[in-house]
């Protein structure tokens, strides 16, 4: 078959266009198994545990190296895993307020109905004695809050987190600060000072949310509310 020389030359240009652009792009993009792994992880993620090993997967992707694309994306799914998580955890001090940890419950091991929210707390009181479930999701509330003022972190609608913020810092502190009061109050062993402390966490949230996360439009699902969002 006949090729020009224009067509010929295009051949060329294309292949070193080629060996250039994907050069770089893989010298950049060591992490992209474990991003990979961490988008697969997250989807089936059922527990906490599962939820620790997408961060886990995204810091060493980040670690290997990510080119700016898939850094964007790894920044995103890390604040969605982090907000699923400190949801968790206080799911199992919101809890308390409706059942003493105290209290004896069945032996019998927990199987979640395939269309119920898996609930951690319960899970994780087969395993772990029910207070120790409540001092655990209280510390790791202390612990993972700080997360949210890493700065590059970005919200779903790319938007970086406004970490840099007096009021995203105050918020930020404010949730530390009750998840140490929460720790303490599971130490205290008394359902009622953990459910007064559940209050102040469900208030710790709900004032970041409002100023952050709430915007016009209505549901989470509502595109122009997502785009109003960490402004
Ligand atoms: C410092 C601010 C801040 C604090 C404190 C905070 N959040 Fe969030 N949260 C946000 C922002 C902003 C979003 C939206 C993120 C996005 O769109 O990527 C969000 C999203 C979420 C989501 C995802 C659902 C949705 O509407 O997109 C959950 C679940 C969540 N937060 C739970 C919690 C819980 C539970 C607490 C308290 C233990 C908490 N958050 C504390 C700022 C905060």
Not at 137 to 143: G, K, Q
Request: glycine content about 6%; aromatic content about 8%.
């Amino acid at each position: 078959m006949f090729l020009s020389a224009l067509g010929r030359w295009s051949i060329v240009v294309g292949i070193l266009w080629l060996a250039v652009a994907s050069a770089p792009a893989r010298a950049d993009d060591a992490g992209q198994e474990d991003l990979d792994e961490a988008t697969r992880l997250k989807i089936s993620a059922q527990n906490i545990d599962d939820l620790g090993k997408v961060i886990d997967r995204l810091d060493s992707a980040k670690d290997k190296g990510l080119d700016a694309e898939n850094t964007k994306y790894a920044n995103e799914l890390l604040v969605s895993t982090l907000m699923q998580r400190a949801m968790t955890y206080a799911s199992a001090i919101f809890n308390v307020q409706g059942q003493d940890p105290g209290e004896k419950k069945a032996d019998t091991p927990y199987e979640p109905s395939a269309n119920a929210n898996f609930s951690w707390a319960v899970w994780g009181a087969g395993i772990y004695s029910p207070w120790e479930v409540v001092d655990y999701a209280a510390l790791s509330i202390a612990d993972a809050a700080p997360l949210l003022l890493v700065p590059g972190r970005r919200c779903e609608n790319g938007r970086p987190v406004p970490s840099d913020r007096d009021d995203w810092k105050k918020f930020t502190q404010d949730l530390i600060d009750v998840g140490k009061a929460a720790y303490k109050a599971s130490q205290s062993r008394s359902q009622e000072a953990v459910s007064d402390v559940s209050n102040q966490l469900a208030d710790a949230c709900l004032q970041c949310h409002e100023r952050y996360r709430d915007k016009p439009g209505g549901s989470a699902a509502d595109p122009s509310n997502k785009a109003a969002r960490c402004l």
